[in-house]
């Protein structure tokens, strides 16, 4: 007898025969990965022996082909206990041995048929049982199937679910839009994104980092259209198997996939005044092969306008230094393409490769009035062209293995190879006071930065089950990166020779090569039917060289970097059930886990971005990873249907990665240190239900205290920070759905200062078209103001900036979508994916410092 893989096995087990489940409580400890509250198979009944076989074959009804995995349980005559059972094989195939001679039923079923029961006699030899037909039991619209409906919002030992594909809200929109809905983050109106409060995510596309988001998740956020994501993992408390670095958690992309036979796909175009997307997808699968594309465009259009106050304090009092006034606009747009290819050579054997790449340009033109009274006095205006181009591609193949007989055991073994490269450039004209008349011009500046990041990724992993409830996993990896920034700068050598010329002072070439060994290995056990364990520990060394090209100065102004340090990172997490008839599902999660986080080229890059004279931006070559002990204990239930979710946490983190200013000679200087203290004490809680059938609301409160301190730098700074958000939506009669969203983030507590809080808000309007083969949706976003406001304020005892920056989020988008193809069932199986989470990324939209 064959077998499918565990999940594929216990799947269908579990929920495509219902005459083999108990609805009471369960007799024996939980399988790994199945649901708390979910029916568990009833144990075989011992039986007589014999030499009585059956066999016999499954096919589906309408296309005659094998129904792999097919769930065989052999009843007696009277009575639901099973005797004996099988799993069919890739031809449908199935074979019972060793059995009594006597009247029995065989139950035949899998997920998506509607089950059937036939009398059979067993004799003293083979008995060959009539083909079975199963008839499909999916609701066909058109010729696109629709499978089960999923909450928006699911809650999972280990991690909150958004299934983004179920919220009306997202369609036409991006990424950006998609997370902004997401329990426990926040994402602020220029695309900053956090988690419970820290920015020190790792955010991965289908299980795997992707160059997309190697530069600037607030850039890859407006890549990705949101038709184009199925779901979004949130994990706070990641086990051993995932790389220790995101020492905030981890945030997981999933992207819409293929599962099913035959051809499907489809297309998509949305229509707005802040921005537009098309986007389509082609599928296909047949037997062992199977095949995923997907291709999207996209333009967008952001005005903007600011100002900006300094100053400086000296002997009790605050002296005006600095005043500017600026406004501007972007255009920008790009695409993003996939390919992605699986393969069963045979059974227990599977391959993959998939290709995935994005191409991303914005640019524009921004004039800004300066003023300066301190040190000097100073009237001036520049008027700036700015461009920014980033291109990147991931190739990954992967070969998994599983073991006939043997459930849950796996081997597999995967490579990955990113690029990115990112060009961002600016030209620049200034004009002596008030004015852009060319007649008052008297200095020019042309500034570009070519940076590269490449990264080729070896892994390998093994899990090895010992009983239902006992398991032992380990891997090796190997993550080589090469960061390469190249910046140049031409300027007007004096004020009688405007045209610019080249710099060597203010030019040079960075390269950094980083390479992380680690290995883990965890042992997951239960102490008893309610109690479980899972402890394990990876540990990782680091090697890092950094040096500059050409020395523009003495070796103390550009040292070279040189770094290697090894790591232990432990965690351990406890899962309790109480096991309470009245509330199944009810489960207490304990969790503790040290991780790391290295900083990325956004951080490290040290190209000076001069186009604001008076406010200089760049990275820090010199920064050292941070290291994070977080503890957490939740605590889940269901009842009738509504959800609660209840969170306390502490997350602290040393040597923590901070962005910092300091003004010298009348210039506000921005990089980033190494601190010294970040710690987060907080609590959340989420909640779904469904008042009426077709009214479900869902919403989510996190509250959490922050504290930082550098002693180093005798700064600190502390506050309480909250976020909220609320999702409701109604399902009307004739295909017409309607939903809302809405979110409050309060101040940002900074190092230096604060940021102001923010609301975002959406609604849509959706309606079913041509049998539900296609879609029309209305969104409007922030529709009550045309601008929103992210005012900053920082402080210190050299000076004090406040700064308002006006960001038009007033949004409209029509979108309308179209499925096309026919299709069937095909069971789900286990893919590995490569995780490289062990970065930290720029998070605001810029790269290596860009103000």
């Known amino acids: 007898m064959k077998y499918t893989t565990p999940l594929a096995l216990l799947t269908a087990t579990l929920l495509a025969a219902p005459a083999l489940a108990q609805t009471g409580p369960p007799t024996g400890p939980r399988p790994a990965g199945v649901p708390a509250g979910a029916a568990l198979a009833k144990p075989i009944l011992p039986a007589a022996k014999g030499t009585g076989r059956l066999e016999g074959t499954v096919l589906d009804a309408d296309t005659k082909k094998p129904v792999e995995f097919a769930t065989v349980a052999l009843l007696p005559a009277s009575g639901t206990t099973p005797i004996d059972g099988a799993v069919c094989d890739e031809k449908g195939r199935f074979s019972l041995k060793g059995l009594a001679e006597g009247q029995f039923r065989l139950q035949i079923s899998f997920i998506g048929y509607a089950p059937q029961t036939v009398p059979v006699t067993v004799g003293g030899g083979l008995t060959t049982v009539a083909t079975v037909r199963l008839e499909s039991t999916a609701q066909k619209l058109g010729e696109v199937t629709v499978t089960g409906e999923r909450d928006i919002i699911e809650t999972k030992p280990d991690r909150i679910v958004y299934n983004a594909e179920k919220d009306i809200t997202n369609s036409g929109g991006t990424a950006a839009d998609v997370l902004r809905k997401v329990p426990l983050l926040s994402v602020d109106p220029e695309g900053g994104l956090q988690l419970r409060g820290s920015s020190n995510i790792r955010v991965l596309i289908d299980n795997k980092p992707s160059s997309v988001v190697a530069t600037s998740v607030a850039d890859a956020l407006k890549q990705i259209p949101a038709d184009q994501i199925k779901s979004v993992e949130v994990i706070t408390t990641p086990s051993a198997k995932y790389d220790a670095e995101g020492t905030g958690g981890i945030i997981n992309i999933i992207l819409k996939k293929n599962n099913l036979q035959g051809a499907n796909g489809s297309v998509g175009l949305a229509g707005g005044n802040r921005s537009s997307n098309a986007n389509g997808s082609l599928n296909y699968r047949k037997g062992k092969i199977g095949i995923t594309s997907s291709m999207s465009g996209f333009v967008f259009y952001s005005p903007n306008r600011n100002d900006l106050t300094r100053t400086l304090k000296a002997g009790g009092q605050e002296l005006p230094a600095v005043r500017q006034q600026g406004d501007g606009n972007t255009v920008g747009g790009g695409g993003f393409g996939r390919l992605g290819l699986d393969y069963d050579p045979a059974p227990f054997h599977n391959l993959l490769l998939n290709v995935q790449g994005s191409v991303f340009r914005n640019g524009g033109n921004y004039q800004q009035y300066n003023n300066t009274l301190l040190p000097f006095a100073s009237e001036f205006t520049r008027d700036t062209d700015r461009k920014f181009r980033t291109q990147s591609y991931d190739v990954n193949g992967g070969y998994t293995r599983t073991f006939d007989g043997q459930k849950g055991r796996e081997w597999s073994i995967l490579g990955q190879h990113t690029r990115n490269r990112n060009q961002q450039d600016y030209t620049l004209d200034q004009f002596a006071g008030n004015t852009t008349a060319n007649e008052a011009k008297n200095y020019r500046e042309d500034g570009n930065n070519l940076s590269r990041n490449l990264e080729t990724t070896l892994q390998t992993d093994y899990v090895q089950p010992f009983s239902a409830t006992t398991s032992f996993e380990a891997g090796a990896k190997a993550i080589l990166r090469r960061v390469s920034s190249v910046y140049d700068v031409l300027n007007s050598p004096s004020l009688t020779a405007l045209d610019p010329v080249f710099n060597p002072a203010r030019s040079n070439q960075f390269d950094y090569d980083q390479d992380v060994l680690a290995g883990y290995a965890s042992y997951g056990f239960s102490a008893s039917e309610k109690l479980s364990f899972k402890l394990g520990t990876r540990i990782e060394n680091t090697r890092v060289r950094g040096s500059f090209q050409e020395q523009q100065g003495s070796v103390d102004e550009l040292p070279s970097v040189r770094q290697n340090y090894t790591d232990l990172l432990p965690n351990l997490s406890l899962n309790f059930q109480p096991k309470n008839e009245k509330k199944p599902g009810e489960s207490v999660r304990l969790a503790y886990s040290r991780r790391i986080q290295r900083p990325q080229i956004f951080y490290l890059n040290p190209f000076r971005n001069t186009s604001d004279t008076l406010n200089v931006s760049f990275g820090n070559p010199d920064l050292r990873p941070e290291l994070t002990d977080s503890y957490e204990l939740n605590y889940t239930t269901f009842v009738k249907g509504s959800v609660l979710n209840l969170s306390a946490y502490v997350r602290r983190t040393g040597n923590a990665i901070e962005s910092f200013r300091e003004v010298k000679d009348g210039v506000n200087l921005q990089t980033f240190r190494n601190i010294g203290r970040n710690a987060t004490y907080g609590g959340s809680?989420?909640?779904?239900?469904?008042?009426?059938?077709?009214?479900?609301?869902?919403?989510?409160?996190?509250?959490?205290?922050?504290?930082?301190?550098?002693?180093?730098?005798?700064?600190?700074?502390?506050?309480?920070?909250?976020?909220?958000?609320?999702?409701?939506?109604?399902?009307?009669?004739?295909?017409?759905?309607?939903?809302?969203?809405?979110?409050?983030?309060?101040?940002?507590?900074?190092?230096?200062?604060?940021?102001?809080?923010?609301?975002?808000?959406?609604?849509?309007?959706?309606?079913?078209?041509?049998?539900?083969?296609?879609?029309?949706?209305?969104?409007?976003?922030?529709?009550?103001?045309?601008?929103?406001?992210?005012?900053?304020?920082?402080?210190?005892?050299?000076?004090?900036?406040?700064?308002?920056?006006?960001?038009?989020?007033?949004?409209?988008?029509?979108?309308?979508?179209?499925?096309?193809?026919?299709?069937?069932?095909?069971?789900?199986?286990?893919?590995?994916?490569?995780?490289?989470?062990?970065?930290?990324?720029?998070?605001?939209?810029?790269?290596?410092?860009?103000?």
């Not at 989510?700 to 922050?706: D, R, W």
């Not at 920056?805 to 409209?812: K, P």
């Open 685 to 851: 809680v989420f909640g779904s239900v469904k008042p009426l059938k077709d009214w479900s609301v869902s919403g989510n409160l996190n509250v959490y205290y922050v504290s930082l301190k550098s002693p180093g730098l005798g700064f600190s700074n502390s506050g309480v920070q909250y976020n909220l958000n609320l999702n409701s939506s109604y399902k009307f009669e004739k295909g017409l759905s309607l939903q809302f969203f809405g979110g409050l983030n309060s101040p940002r507590v900074q190092l230096q200062g604060k940021q102001a809080a923010w609301t975002y808000y959406s609604m849509g309007l959706r309606k079913n078209l041509l049998n539900d083969k296609a879609d029309l949706t209305l969104n409007a976003d922030n529709f009550f103001s045309a601008t929103r406001n992210l005012r900053s304020t920082l402080e210190t005892d050299q000076f004090r900036q406040e700064s308002n920056n006006y960001l038009y989020l007033r949004g409209v988008r029509l979108a309308f979508n179209y499925r096309f193809g026919k299709v069937t069932n095909q069971p789900p199986k286990r893919r590995r994916g490569i995780q490289n989470d062990d970065t930290k990324s720029g998070g605001d939209g810029q790269q290596g410092g860009q103000q």
